[in-house]
């Protein structure tokens, strides 16, 4: 049990942008308006000017975090330190849980970047891994079965892995004349990623009952998982943004639009068949079950990327910056989550050069709310900083249900 909490525990997450980058993670996601550089690429292209230039060197740009909705770490020491439950202690552990044990884990990295002029590109690579748990599941774990029945299915029992890497171009800071006269002017800019993809695994299905009455106990367990090696996809990312006074500035995005990938290389379907049938204690002893698993090739399958709508403003002080990032995905999917969220973000410069980054956003239904911590140096021509985020506590610590790392680094030549 032990092993299989810190397995849980270890590969979890939360959502940020649907292709974050390392600076994004300073901010909790409070970015969109930040974004002036090679950056503006993944979140509004229309920040894209001339009078910024930049470049991305490998692997220097990115983030990794893990985090979960109801465990942390000193959850799972009170509880499990000692090696043992009691009945009282298993009860408080599975008040820490929600109706599902939800996970999700991110990993991000820069390949290269470049920026000339109000065009940009970038090449990344990305990660994604979520699973989700039943709350009974835990249960009947921990305790065994209580009830008569229980039934289980793919809406709160799956998971998927996918990997990906993105090319990404766009063009920005093109003037929109709609309104002029009664609006400020509007910059527009849009961008288009060529999505190649590396490995993707999901859960097409899953069902599973457990029943016991006076016949004995029967239960079965289907799952069937597919995967793919191999895929193309595309996404499109297009942006507004205006300055309606010296020292403000709003923008709004829809990020994925038409956005997909097709595997369509390499696939294979994998199901797992567990049968128990009328088994008493007495059979206990014998083998009691019966379990099946096949194996075979596949046709292909598209995994949807959904759209996300963000609207944004940010507020420049004299040594600050104060941003509020408003997020709203169409549906829920290994990149996006359909509940809103809310993130704000501080810059300050308490000494020139060096740059303090704060961030703060909302939960959804993925992972708890989460506030990030960044710093780092701030040249004319040259920028780097690293930071952390925790969730669902103020500092990582045995109180965080996740923790997150990220560096940036961005050349002006």
């Given at each position: 049990?032990?092993?299989?909490?810190?397995?849980?525990?270890?590969?979890?997450?939360?959502?940020?942008?649907?292709?974050?980058?390392?600076?994004s993670f300073l901010y909790a996601?409070?970015?969109?308006?930040?974004?002036?550089?090679?950056?503006?690429?993944?979140?509004?292209?229309?920040?894209?000017?001339?009078?910024?230039?930049?470049?991305?060197?490998?692997?220097?740009?990115?983030?990794?975090?893990?985090?979960?909705?109801?465990?942390?770490?000193?959850?799972?020491?009170?509880?499990?330190?000692?090696?043992?439950?009691?009945?009282?202690?298993?009860?408080?552990?599975?008040?820490?849980?929600?109706?599902?044990?939800?996970?999700?884990?991110?990993?991000?990295?820069?390949?290269?970047?470049?920026?000339?002029?109000?065009?940009?590109?970038?090449?990344?690579?990305?990660?994604?891994?979520?699973?989700?748990?039943?709350?009974?599941?835990?249960?009947?774990?921990?305790?065994?079965?209580?009830?008569?029945?229980?039934?289980?299915?793919?809406?709160?029992?799956?998971?998927?892995?996918?990997?990906?890497?993105?090319?990404?171009?766009?063009?920005?800071?093109?003037?929109?004349?709609?309104?002029?006269?009664?609006?400020?002017?509007?910059?527009?800019?849009?961008?288009?990623?060529?999505?190649?993809?590396?490995?993707?695994?999901?859960?097409?299905?899953?069902?599973?009952?457990?029943?016991?009455?006076?016949?004995?106990?029967?239960?079965?367990?289907?799952?069937?998982?597919?995967?793919?090696?191999?895929?193309?996809?595309?996404?499109?990312?297009?942006?507004?943004?205006?300055?309606?006074?010296?020292?403000?500035?709003?923008?709004?995005?829809?990020?994925?639009?038409?956005?997909?990938?097709?595997?369509?290389?390499?696939?294979?379907?994998?199901?797992?068949?567990?049968?128990?049938?009328?088994?008493?204690?007495?059979?206990?002893?014998?083998?009691?079950?019966?379990?099946?698993?096949?194996?075979?090739?596949?046709?292909?399958?598209?995994?949807?990327?959904?759209?996300?709508?963000?609207?944004?403003?940010?507020?420049?002080?004299?040594?600050?910056?104060?941003?509020?990032?408003?997020?709203?995905?169409?549906?829920?999917?290994?990149?996006?989550?359909?509940?809103?969220?809310?993130?704000?973000?501080?810059?300050?410069?308490?000494?020139?050069?060096?740059?303090?980054?704060?961030?703060?956003?909302?939960?959804?239904?993925q992972s708890p709310w989460h506030?990030?911590?960044?710093?780092?140096?701030?040249?004319?021509?040259?920028?780097?900083?690293?930071?952390?985020?925790?969730?669902?506590?103020?500092?990582?610590?045995?109180?965080?249900?996740?923790?997150?790392?990220?560096?940036?680094?961005?050349?002006?030549?």
């Amino acid at each position: 049990m032990k092993k299989l909490l810190i397995a849980l525990f270890v590969l979890s997450a939360a959502c940020l942008y649907a292709l974050p980058t390392g600076k994004s993670f300073l901010y909790a996601d409070s970015y969109m308006l930040r974004s002036n550089g090679i950056e503006a690429v993944y979140t509004n292209p229309a920040l894209l000017n001339p009078q910024t230039k930049g470049v991305w060197l490998p692997l220097i740009n990115g983030g990794i975090y893990v985090a979960n909705n109801s465990i942390s770490l000193k959850t799972y020491n009170d509880f499990f330190g000692s090696g043992s439950l009691d009945e009282e202690e298993k009860a408080k552990f599975l008040q820490e849980i929600e109706s599902e044990l939800v996970f999700h884990s991110e990993s991000h990295h820069s390949l290269y970047g470049g920026k000339l002029q109000n065009y940009a590109y970038a090449l990344s690579f990305h990660t994604y891994a979520n699973a989700s748990m039943q709350k009974e599941y835990l249960e009947l774990m921990l305790n065994g079965n209580a009830e008569e029945e229980y039934h289980f299915g793919k809406g709160a029992n799956n998971g998927d892995v996918s990997s990906f890497i993105d090319f990404t171009v766009g063009m920005g800071d093109i003037s929109v004349n709609i309104f002029k006269d009664k609006l400020p002017p509007i910059k527009f800019g849009y961008s288009g990623s060529l999505l190649v993809g590396v490995n993707a695994i999901n859960t097409k299905s899953f069902k599973g009952h457990i029943i016991s009455n006076l016949d004995g106990l029967d239960a079965e367990s289907d799952v069937v998982l597919r995967s793919g090696v191999g895929g193309i996809g595309f996404k499109g990312l297009v942006g507004l943004v205006s300055n309606p006074t010296k020292n403000t500035q709003v923008g709004l995005s829809l990020d994925n639009v038409l956005g997909f990938i097709d595997w369509s290389l390499s696939n294979n379907e994998l199901k797992y068949n567990v049968v128990i049938d009328s088994v008493y204690i007495s059979d206990l002893e014998e083998d009691f079950y019966t379990y099946n698993e096949t194996r075979h090739k596949s046709s292909g399958f598209t995994t949807i990327i959904p759209p996300e709508l963000r609207i944004a403003g940010i507020y420049h002080g004299k040594n600050y910056s104060l941003s509020l990032d408003v997020v709203q995905g169409f549906a829920d999917s290994f990149m996006t989550s359909a509940t809103p969220r809310i993130a704000m973000g501080l810059e300050a410069f308490p000494m020139p050069l060096l740059p303090l980054h704060l961030g703060f956003a909302t939960g959804n239904n993925q992972s708890p709310w989460h506030i990030s911590y960044g710093t780092g140096l701030k040249l004319k021509h040259f920028e780097l900083g690293f930071g952390v985020q925790s969730f669902q506590s103020l500092f990582p610590g045995y109180n965080t249900k996740g923790v997150s790392f990220a560096t940036y680094c961005n050349i002006d030549i």
